[in-house]
């Protein structure tokens, strides 16, 4: 009987957690296991993966065990063997003499059961050879008689065998019947040691080396010089190899490879030439005429602009199908794939460079011709493995493998799928390949093989100019535009390549031609993103030409799918500095009114960027205030001159873009260009170097109504995504529930509610000790406070916690005690609790709560509290929010970020005391209350007032602006201003 039987079984904590799950958020629990089983799934094949690879190098290292075991010094030196049973390893062996001799009709050796015991040492253990052993004596009777004498009779006494070289010095004492074995034969003497002979490998194994010497002979006369422009640059060749060698061995790649080659003996042969293809490091086609074909290319891409090779329901299929009759794109990839053919096949493997001249015989009589292969099926295995490749390094982040992939492509005239030229498109546009390859002259600059050869070649034949830097995406592109359509991520490398070369007018005029053609196909769903624009609006900046990038900058904010960044107006705003137009006698910058600016230069057009930077952004970073310090620093290092009444003045001096900012707190002359760090005071908002007060900016009622609109909208999906959704339930449940709260609250009578209080938050309070839990009485604790500060609060608890049992959230099992029922109950009836309905986020309730108009209760008038209160109410809007929440739940990561940042400043409300153990807590406990923020965090001006000590203050003002910085303290602040009269 079992030691176990009849024991209850032990539940473990994991598996009450996914009884819990599985219960309460089923569709959660699927995704956990769906999670779980992917894990499984990969780790079983990284292990399967190892033991393949260790398989793999026991095999290997066997081969050359065996191998060496035959002829130690075949391959290698002669050298003295101190441990004879260890054969010496050999550093240049082939793999493929192993593997092919034991597929050719006549094996010279079998793992070791034969010739090998003539030197392995395996009849005894310093190699003195029993000649009675089977597998020896069938050998020796195989010898040529001329041989045979010396194995009649046996020494007397056998002794140890030393194999020396040559070059070793004095002779050391030989005794046995092996004297030396060189690298062509095999010498053996008599018993009596007085006569030797030596027995040539070639008679010894036959097979083996059977019509060796000629096929040397030939091999070196057919062997052609390697042409150093021909290979790949070994770094990139070796990235690529790496990946092309896991596709090969990728298990959907395998069960394609091996479809194709169960078709016959030809379709194998032809899978291992397209194998051999891809692994070769030498290009096949010669670089200039791979050059000249892909220049006809690209005319064809210019001549058509936004013409397409072939439609978009041609470019997908198994047959890759051509597009219209006489597309040039179509005719010159035929070409190409004519000279390809023909070169790799009529020419034989020999006429690639780099290729193996080892192999055996057999492969050499069955090189394949041009009659032998069907194209389609070369270009079909092709075509898989060059698209496995592109998802291979998508999801790696890999863009090196591309270079070399991108030239076989090319070379081959390989027409790939519309999926894979998209995934291309990708890897060289999304994943460093524009800096690693092209777009900066990074290791791509030196080794791209197509050039105009403006600066030559290097030592290692390697063409290189500037112009390659950018061949790659911009060949890629043309590419996908031709074989489906632009697109905006073809068109997005195109205006990079051209930008980066200091043509950014060009770029701009691709850019709009795209755009005119995309708004004018009404099926088209394309938008031009902010990465399209970006790469022009940086080099009109960096070139100064600062009305061009305010004119592009103007139809950046009017393009729908262009969102603007902090960095963009920090950019454009900073390169507007630098060049002085801010000002105040400086020139007017062309066109700037025609664009709808007010100021043309100046503080004004400063104030009017700032304006609109702040609708779109709410900080920067450090990074982006050091950039506009010193570009300030640059544009105004001219107005130093303190004695001028009616100039500003500046003392900003540039510093390192490293450098940290120092903090500033002394105040400032109304006269004198302000960029500094400042520290806030947290209670006043006021700024120590400007004197400028910050504002508390409330929602507007169109705003409140859109966070309320979107909570709605938000519900429908969290529900749907974290909850899970039965099969009763209707797809918009959440949001009818979440719509049922808002119209109770618009429409019930009474007393509108000013405090809205998270009941799950201040349950929780403080309770993480060892005996904490979800503590009735400290709800009841802040609803008496907040009553007797005169507020009418409202309760919002998940539902679970409406009953008198459930499991926490330490997923321990909780039931109330008397006095927390009575709670509870008291809550209930007098409207002041309400419960969540089931598997609906309570974040959601509270949130729309704080935004609610309260209709009816409210009757219009304005709840919220001053600063000076009578009564001593908490100043600030109405209803508040009472929360510790810091509102980082994914759940809420969809809405607005100016809205939400708002909301928060103007409607959370922190509160502390003393946690409850129980129903007790200590004497005298209060709650503490203190606002989320008592200023705005976001970009914000204000107006500064003068100091009346200042000479002439009242000719200065200006507005100041100060720019939450994302990673400083949160009181403080980068501030600029510029004086104006």
Known sequence: MSSTEGKPKVTSFFDEVDEIMKRDSPLQYQRFLESKAASESWREMQQRNERSRKRLEKEHDAAIEAKTSVMPNILSPPARIVTPNKPPAFANYDNRNVANSSTQGETPFKGRNDMSDFTSGRATENMNVDRDTPSTMEKITTLPNKYQNFMQKKPEEPSKTNIVSENDGPSVKKSGIFSSISKSALNIKDANGATSTSIPFSELFPTLYSNNDAQKKESTLNKKPVNPAMMYDPDHFEAYQQAMTAVLADQGAVKVIKKFEARGDLEKKIVQKVKDWLMNDHRVVDTELVKERWNQVEDAWKDDKWMTGMSESDSTGGEEKWGKTGSRFRSELQAQQDIFLSKLLSEGMDSVPGSDDESSPEEQSEELTVADVDPVLFYDISRHIMGT????????????????????????????????????????????????????????????????????????????????????????????????????????????????????????????????????????????????????????????????????????????GVILEPETYVMLIASIAENKWFCENSPPIEGAIDLGYNHSHGPGLFDELATEMASDALEITSASARRLYNSLAIGFQSESNFDNENTIVSTLKEVHPLVSMPLTNQPTKSDEVVASKVSLNRSTGICPVTNAQQRLIILEPDQRQQLHDDLLSLSTEQFAKFAGRKSSDSPDRAREQLQF??????????????????????????????????????????????????????????????????????????????????????????????????????????????????????????????????????????????????????KLELLSGRLFRRWNSCHIVNYNFTAFVLGESVQGNEVGFSPADFFSREIQGNQCPGNSDERDDANWGGTAWHFPVNDWELDERFVIRIPAK
Request: glycine share 8%; hydrophobic share 35%; with cysteine.
């Open 389 to 560: 490749l592109g998802r291979y390094c998508a999801r790696r982040a890999r863009s090196s493998p591309m270079v070399v992939a991108w030239w076989k492509v090319k070379e081959s005239g390989l027409l790939v799928s519309k999926d894979t030229i998209s995934t291309f498109l990708y890897v060289v546009g999304t994943m460093g390949m524009a800096d690693s390859i092209g777009m900066s002259g990074g290791i791509g600059l030196s080794s791209y093989p197509i050039s105009d050869n403006k600066n030559g070649q290097d030592g290692d034949g390697n063409i290189y100019d500037e112009e390659n830097r950018f061949l790659i995406p911009e060949e890629v592109a043309t590419y996908h535009d031709l074989s489906s359509k632009p697109t905006e991520s073809s068109i997005s490398l195109r205006v990079k390549a051209l930008a980066s070369k200091g043509d950014a007018k060009s770029a701009e005029e691709l850019l709009e031609a795209f755009k005119k053609s995309i708004e004018a196909d009404k099926s088209s769903k394309e938008l031009i993103r902010l990465r399209t624009y970006l790469p022009i609006l940086k080099q009109y900046c960096e070139e100064g030409e600062i009305s061009s990038a305010l004119s592009l900058f103007k139809r950046m904010q009017s393009t729908q």
């Open 741 to 890: 709260f808002s119209d109770w609250l618009a429409k019930r009578q009474g007393e509108p509610f000013t405090a809205i209080v998270d009941g799950a938050n201040i349950g929780y309070y403080m309770q993480s000790f060892d005996k904490g839990r979800f503590n009735y009485h400290q709800i009841k604790f802040m609803v008496d406070t907040l009553e007797e500060r005169g507020e009418n609060p409202l309760v919002v608890i998940p539902y679970k916690y409406g009953f008198k049992e459930f499991y926490s959230s330490k997923r321990e099992h909780q039931r109330l005690d008397p006095a927390e029922i009575e709670i509870m109950r008291d809550l209930t009836e007098s409207g002041k609790l309400y419960k969540v309905p089931p598997r609906c986020l309570d974040d959601f309730y509270w949130m729309l709560a704080s935004v609610s108009d309260q209709t009816v209760s409210r009757k219009g008038q304005d709840l919220s509290v001053s600063n000076n209160d009578p009564d001593g109410r908490f100043p600030g809007s109405r209803p508040m929010l009472i929360s510790n929440d810091q509102m980082r739940d994914h």
